[in-house]
């Protein structure tokens, strides 16, 4: 069993690496969150707060204070992410608590709960929980258990689609370190419809909670024609 998951785990890292190798041939869509305002590129919805706190270090920050409060940040319904792209997502994310809150970072044709949809999700109640790679085609939705428990630390995210297998490889790095580490892998029927970035962030206390990304990065292959 733990040769088999080495195997997996060794496959994703060259397959992360292959899906990085040949730029000329990609789209990258970064967003540092440097400056006093967020890009137009963004769209925020909601009822709490989507504020670029660190002009300088480039801090987003989605803070909720409410019970049933949301904050999504998207953009603007253009989706730009299709499978057949394979696209590789990347962002640090720090959270100031990890119970009573629920974050999920990743891309959507709509909302996670109906549409095609490929993200991390943390749903934590009154204590921490372990973050979650999620693959919904339609009605269908395929999880897998990363491994790695919410905690205040900051971390780096990534997942990377590999549309001819019909995987989706999800990355945590270690606390304290930048270096992708495979947690898991879903092997599925993939979304066929476009997606676009999504942020969301969703409060079940009357308390602030705070989510930070540090940067956002989307890396699609360029269409041939």
Known sequence: M??????RRDRALRALARAKDNYLDEVHIFDDFIGDTLSSIWNTTGS?????????????QLETTLIAQTNRVDYFAKMVANVSMEPILEFPLKVN??????????????TTDVNDS???ENDAGASAVNWFGKVRNGVTLTTVDLGIVLTTAKRFFGFQVDNTAGVVNF????AGSRMPVWRGSVKATLPT????????????VNAS????L?????TLKRPLT
């Open 2 to 7: 733990q040769l088999h998951r080495q195997n």
């Open 193 to 204: 419809g476009n997606m676009e970035p999504i942020v969301i962030q969703t409060s079940n």
């Open 209 to 212: 909670r705070l989510t930070d």
């Open 48 to 60: 709490g707060t989507v504020t670029i706190v660190s002009d300088t270090a480039g801090i987003l």
């Open 118 to 120: 490929i993200w991390f």
């Open 214 to 218: 540090d940067f956002h990065s989307l």
């Open 97 to 110: 608590a990890t119970t009573n809150v629920k974050n999920e970072i990743g891309m959507s044709a709509g």
């Open 171 to 174: 990355f945590i790095a270690a």
